[in-house]
């Protein structure tokens, strides 16, 4: 392939006041990792109140979690964001819907539904996360809680749960990667996250090659970063016979 590779152009200005093209994907790198953040701590508070709710001996209760699995995990996560940011906003009460529409920066408007919609489509996965670990603990445990007096929120605040989270740590570690992977859907609503600024950057400057792999490079080089930080925190929480820690 006659190539003619120019790794400098990230150090070129844009022609918009003094911006160079690398200042597009610092650009592009924070909006990722603010969607990711946020989008992970809603999934993981909302996707570890279902996944309790999946394992309580209410059925009412345990129905309804399993409902919002089923409908979050089998709907594509495009058509959610779609959902999100076109159709939600209308739904809305008119003050609402023009604050969100109008009074909003874009990109304002566009962080919201991407965060809304990864936080929810995560949970779901999460909450299975949350409901293998808690079956998986001896069910002994919560017998003996119940004899020695324990109701139900401290059995799981104080027993199951503590236990349950250091057992799911590697899969919850997945789903924290996916979610990055994932936030680049904002792409396609206008967020200039970093998939949005590599385009933005291959198009300004035809140099196609360059701008993915400096993309490919920062995705690897973030996720690889979070996967290792996680896999120390699994071994500093693991507990002695009862789980085995990774990457050994």
């Not at 570890?48 to 209760?61: D, I, Y």
């Not at 017998?143 to 349950?164: D, N, T």
């Not at 507990?239 to 990457?247: A, D, F, T, Y």
Request: hydrophobic share 55%.
């Amino acid at each position: 392939m006659d190539y003619n590779w120019d790794w400098g152009v990230f150090f070129k200005s844009t022609g918009i006041g003094q911006e160079i093209y690398l200042d597009w994907f610092v650009s592009g790198l924070g909006w990722t990792i603010a969607v990711a953040l946020i989008g992970w701590l809603i999934a993981l508070f909302l996707g570890s109140v279902l996944g309790v709710l999946r394992t309580v001996p209410n059925r009412w209760l345990s129905g309804l979690a399993t409902a919002y699995v089923e409908l979050f995990r089998n709907v594509p996560l495009l058509v959610q964001l779609f959902i999100w940011y076109f159709l939600i906003p209308d739904l809305l009460p008119e003050p609402i819907e023009m604050w969100f529409k109008q009074d909003l920066n874009p990109a304002t408007s566009a962080y919201l539904s991407v965060v809304v919609c990864l936080g929810l489509f995560t949970a779901a996965r999460v909450c299975e996360q949350v409901r293998t670990g808690i079956q998986a603990l001896p069910k002994g445990q919560a017998a003996a809680a119940y004899a020695l007096g324990f109701k139900l929120p401290q059995i799981y605040s104080q027993i199951l749960l503590p236990q349950a989270f250091r057992i799911i740590i590697p899969p919850l570690t997945s789903e924290f990667l996916n979610i990055f992977k994932n936030s680049s859907v904002a792409s396609l609503i206008g967020l200039m996250e970093l998939l949005a600024q590599t385009k933005q950057t291959a198009e300004f400057t035809a140099n196609l090659f360059e701008a993915f792999t400096l993309a490919t490079i920062i995705y690897f080089t973030l996720n690889m970063s979070l996967m290792l930080l996680m896999r120390w925190v699994e071994k500093k929480v693991a507990v002695p016979g009862l789980i085995s820690v990774g990457g050994k």
